[in-house]
C-alpha cells in the first residue's frame, strides 16, 4: 500500500465524523447568522419606535449592522473552537485508535509493503486536508451569512465592510493570513506543532511510562525553540517584526524536520511487530 493509498485509507476512517462536524459548524453558523440579524432588526424596530426614529437617525445614533456582529455571535465562535477541539483531539485519536482498537490495528499497518514513515505522512496530511477542507467550508458559510443577514435586514440597517476587513476580524485574521508570511506562520507552525506532538506520541507507545516523561521533555524542548525568536528579539532589540516572523517560520520549519526524522526512527528501530 503506497502513501496516496494509505491517505484515502486514513480519510475514509474519519469521514463519517468529519461530515457530522460540518453539518454542525454550518448549522451553527446559519443560526448565528439568523439570530444576530433578527436580534437586532427588532431591536432597531423597537427603539425606533419608541424615539420616534426614521432608519437613518436610528443608524446615526446607533450604528448599522455589519458582518462584525456577526462574527462576535457566540454561536458562531463555539462552532470554530468546536471544530478546533474535534481536529485536536483527533490528533491523539488517529494514533491511539490504532493500538487501542479492535484487533490492534497498528500492527497490520506496520506490517503492510511500504516505508512506516509513510504511515506517518499519511496521518499528518490527513489532518491537514481535514483543516484545509473547512477553511473552504468556512469561506463559504461567510457568504452564505451575508446573503442571510441581506435578506432579513432593510439595506439601510446593513453596512457593507469588504471581504478584506471581513478577514481581517478577530480569528478569521488568524484562519485566513493576509499574507504569504503570515501563512506560512501560521500553517508553518500549525504543521511543526501537529508533527511535534505525534512523535510525542510515538515516544510513549515505545518507551510506555518513561515514554511520557520523555515525550513531555521534547514537547518542552520544541516549544522553547520555537518561541526563541521572541527570546532573542526581548534581549537585542534589534530586529524587525518582518526578520521575527521570518525566524519563526524557520525554527517551525526546523521542529518539523526534527519531529519527522525522530518519528521515523522510533516506527523503524523501537516500535516492534
Known sequence: ??????????????????????????????????????????????????????????????????MVNFLNEGLFQLSIAFAAAVLIIYVFFIWYRDWFGKSSFIYRLLMLPTERRHIYFAKLTTILLFVFVLLGVQVLLIEVAELIVKSILPAELYAEQGVIFTYSYDVLAILFPQSMLGFLLSYGIGTALVATLFTAILLERSFHLKGIILAGIYITLSQAFLFTPILLQMNTNYFYMSEILSMFVVTALIIFVVAVFLANYLLKRKINV
Open 1 to 66: 500500500m503506497n502513501y496516496i493509498k494509505l491517505v484515502n485509507f486514513e480519510v475514509q476512517r474519519f469521514l463519517k465524523l468529519f461530515v457530522a462536524l460540518v453539518v454542525f459548524v454550518s448549522v451553527a453558523q446559519i443560526i448565528a447568522a439568523v439570530s444576530s440579524s433578527w436580534s437586532y432588526n427588532n431591536r432597531a424596530e423597537t427603539i425606533m419606535f419608541q424615539e420616534k426614529l426614521l432608519m437613518n437617525d436610528y443608524v446615526s445614533k446607533h450604528g448599522n449592522y455589519s
